[in-house]
């Protein structure tokens, strides 16, 4: 086969991924990446460093591709796979720049929480579960990592732990409140059981309490009637609650929750109430009807989390022609980029243009349309930890390989930056060669 011919031809596949991707189709919405790689084998979750869980979003062109700390995709091919699943998840909340409530004895809603979570965990365990916390130290994670946690995990039971601020109303009983899952009676019945538990454990205790409306156990809603929380409507399918045992804004009970002695008592109601739904029918107590109140704190977003280096950068080199070389470097140069900029952002456009409404699912490409990706003319691209995810995801998508993927970009560019001003002048082209 004349070697010229090649040229041609992939610029013709080039045309057709265009044309592909970027037509609208009548058919549902096919965005690139999508599909899960994991094909129900591997791990769903790991430890990572500092034994940090990681969800396994799935294994694209043979890469792990993990949940961060941070809820953001990353490459992280090492880690122990968790065994699942485990009977409770406990979501100590907060965490990081986000401190909760905040007592005026110093108190910090963050840490009060993962101790409370410690001392319930071990609890739990006492009493034969098998436990696992969203975090044991203080970490920034968001609310949709801590659900992506529990979704892996499958626990039979999951609860956030939190401690409450805002009421001022006087109360002669503590002000707990618990939240559940809208609809879903196995939700219902878990909050209700912590609100009886942790309430009359704290009942113990005289303290002028604080209380508002919402003491109790109800589900808190935006509509048309889906849960206002993030915990528990990401959560759905699992029984899920968030237990608020007392106000911390209220300087007596900041005071009273600081003794490790209350903390202990908390806790062990907070098991206990886990116990009696995991092997019990009681009904719990406190129910009120769900409300509306779409409003939040606004926290628990990705906003300002950085994460940690799970993965070193990689490099990819793909070879070009001299003549494709010349291309390159002239059509770089008139965007004002360097080569290996314009290779990475040709990976990025391409699932850019996968991505669009309406495009077409992208298929792998047939073995006459991969590009050659070896010549004299290497140019190297370093990816770091997310921007790997980009490029597995694109090579797994065409069925190429991280090399080929990164030259398939790099034509795309090439090509988009060279459009003739009709297509008819490229279309003879591509059919002569043979
Ligand atoms: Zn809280």
Not at 139 to 147: F, G, N, T
Not at 190 to 208: K, R, T
Not at 299 to 317: M, Q
Not at 411 to 427: H, S
């Amino acid at each position: 086969m004349p070697r010229r011919t090649r040229r041609p031809r992939l610029v013709a596949a080039v045309v057709g991924i265009v044309l592909a991707v970027v037509a609208v189709s009548a058919s549902p919405v096919g965005a690139v990446g999508n599909g899960n790689g994991n094909g129900g084998s591997g791990p769903s979750i790991v430890r990572g460093p500092d034994d940090v869980l990681l969800p396994v979003v799935g294994t694209f062109a043979g890469s792990r591709v993990v949940s961060s700390t941070c809820g953001r995709e990353v490459a992280f091919e090492g880690g122990t796979p968790v065994d699942g699943p485990v009977d409770v998840v406990l979501d100590p909340g907060h965490g990081g720049p986000e401190t909760g409530s905040v007592g005026v004895n110093g108190l910090v809603e963050r840490d009060l929480n993962l101790l409370v979570a410690v001392r319930t965990k071990a609890a739990l365990e006492e009493l034969g579960h098998t436990v696992v916390l969203t975090r044991d130290r203080d970490l920034h994670m968001p609310i949709r990592q801590r659900a992506a946690i529990v979704r892996s995990l499958e626990p039979r039971a999951f609860v956030s732990i939190h401690h409450n601020g805002g009421a001022v109303k006087r109360s002669d009983t503590p002000g707990t409140e618990a939240f559940h899952q809208v609809d879903d009676d196995g939700s219902r019945r878990l909050a209700g059981l912590l609100f009886e538990e942790v309430q009359a454990s704290l009942s113990g205790y005289w303290v002028p309490w604080v209380r508002t409306y919402h003491q109790g156990v109800s589900a808190r809603l935006r509509p048309p009637r889906t849960d206002t929380y993030g915990v528990l409507r990401l959560t759905r399918g699992i029984p899920a609650a968030i237990v608020e045992g007392l106000y911390m804004s209220n300087p007596p009970e900041a005071e009273l929750i600081a003794l490790p002695e209350v903390q202990e008592v908390e806790a062990r109601a907070i098991a206990s109430a886990i116990d009696r739904f995991l092997s019990t029918d009681d009904p719990g107590s406190g129910f009120k009807d769900p409300f509306f109140d779409p409003h939040t704190t606004g926290t628990g977003t990705a906003r300002g989390c950085v994460d940690r280096t799970y993965s070193p950068s990689t490099t990819i080199a793909t070879g070009f022609t001299d003549e494709e070389h010349a291309s390159l470097e002239a059509t770089a140069r008139r965007m004002g980029r360097s080569v290996e900029w314009l290779l990475k952002f040709g990976v990025y456009t391409l699932k850019f243009l996968g991505d669009l409404p309406g495009a077409e699912p992208v298929m792998a490409l047939a073995d006459d349309q991969r590009p050659d990706a070896y010549g004299p003319e290497a140019v190297a691209v370093e990816w770091d930890q997310a921007e790997q995810v980009v490029l597995v995801r694109m090579a797994e998508a065409y069925g190429l390989t991280r090399t080929e993927v990164q030259k398939l970009g790099a034509v795309l560019m090439v090509f988009l930056a060279n459009l003739p001003p009709t297509p008819a002048e490229a279309e003879p082209e591509a059919g002569t060669s043979d």
